[in-house]
């Protein structure tokens, strides 16, 4: 396994360079828009996104193998420091706005009358992984409430409270959060009774195995399709 990507951009791990045939027809599509990330120019990064759609190809698509895939090529170019981190934050920021396009354009499938609260653990600051995860629940018709970045403790037992979710997914990035993830995770089973599933993503995961046994989460993954299928196996829908 390849050491984790610093810049924590995609719920993936570098292992997931083998890639299907669907995924390397978008090449030249991702290096397009990967050079209007470098160049920061947002307005005609989003032009190039509604292009997309214009041309028939899927927001699932276009968010797994554009925008998700381009993130992985920046954020290996700045473990190469081939880009500074200036950079890769202008990038990111853009492929946020990326998605907030597509989500405009998003036909969901029909509700599955299951809720999902999707946040980053405390102290968690990357917040990309844990916002596409919240997009493919929403377009897959669960009810998503997505949180973002350094969710507090407190703040996210009062949601779970408010919204009564069926599932909690948590992302984490950085190892060096695993002691956040712990006590988010002792004080939402604590609060809940044990009755809450949780789940645990994020490029982090595949580096906490030792944790994520201790903690024994109802799922894990560390890539959205893993995590999507994980889903639809807890509720019960057949593969």
Excluded at 52 to 65: A, E, M, P, R, T
Excluded at 94 to 101: D, E, G, N, P, R
């Amino acid at each position: 396994m390849g050491p984790i990507s610093r810049t924590g951009l995609v719920w993936a791990t570098d292992q997931d360079r083998s890639l299907s045939a669907r995924e390397t027809g978008f090449h030249e599509l991702r290096d397009g828009y990967v050079n209007l990330q470098l160049r920061g120019d947002r307005r005609e990064a989003l032009n190039f996104v509604d292009g997309l759609v214009s041309q028939g190809h899927s927001v699932s698509d276009i968010q797994k193998y554009v925008i998700a895939a381009g993130q992985r090529e920046i954020g290996r170019l700045w473990e190469e420091s081939r880009i500074g981190i200036a950079q890769e934050h202008m990038a990111t920021a853009i492929s946020q706005l990326a998605l907030a396009q597509l989500y405009r354009y998003a036909k969901p499938q029909a509700p599955r009358g299951r809720k999902v609260i999707v946040g980053c653990v405390e102290g968690e600051l990357h917040d990309f992984p844990a916002r596409l995860i919240a997009d493919e629940l929403d377009l897959a018709g669960f009810e998503t409430r997505f949180l973002g970045a350094d969710v507090p403790t407190g703040s996210l037992l009062q949601v779970i409270e408010q919204e009564n979710p069926d599932l909690l997914a948590l992302s984490i990035t950085m190892p060096f959060h695993v002691s956040s993830l712990r006590r988010v995770v002792a004080r939402v089973r604590e609060h809940t009774g044990g009755r809450l599933p949780i789940a645990i993503g994020g490029v982090g995961v595949a580096h906490l195995e030792d944790v994520t046994r201790e903690l024994a989460p109802e799922i894990t993954a560390d890539n959205a399709a893993d995590f999507l299928q994980a889903v639809d196996r807890l509720f019960g829908v057949p593969a």
